[in-house]
């Protein structure tokens, strides 16, 4: 299973991004996804999650209202579309794959993860 997370850049406060995480090697309609977020000398945390119907999403209340999860399942990919940009926002960010929806932000109940993309906000 590979995850491919790309998107990330720079960008002034009050700007949006979209992150994107490609899917391969597994049925990724049946997974349960999720965005974590690692700012330096910090640890990581939760962002948002969805299901694996996508009619289910989850999210940390730093981005509430900012923030929106989805999926393209013809696509095998999830989305993290950022607005409102924040400096707070900087990070790398992470996509997970297989994890378990009851308890979504917990990172060891992922199974895979891609290997992060970096988001930097300016003010």
């Known amino acids: 299973v590979q995850l491919q997370a790309s998107g990330g850049g720079l960008v002034q406060a009050g700007g949006s991004l979209r992150l994107s995480c490609a899917v391969s090697?597994?049925?990724?309609?049946?997974?349960?996804m999720g965005w974590f977020r690692q700012a330096s000398g910090k640890e990581r945390e939760f962002v948002a999650a969805i299901n694996w119907s996508g009619y289910a999403t989850y999210y940390a209340d730093s981005v509430k209202g900012r923030f929106t999860i989805s999926r393209d399942k013809a696509e095998n990919t999830v989305y993290l579309q950022m607005n409102s940009l924040k400096p707070e926002d900087t990070a790398v960010y992470y996509c997970?794959?297989?994890?378990?929806?009851?308890?979504?932000?917990?990172?060891?109940?992922?199974?895979?993860w891609g290997q992060g993309t970096q988001v930097t906000v300016s003010s």
């Open positions: 997970a794959a297989n994890g378990d929806f009851y308890a979504p932000q917990v990172e060891n109940k992922y199974d895979y």
């Open positions: 090697g597994r049925p990724f309609s049946r997974s349960n």
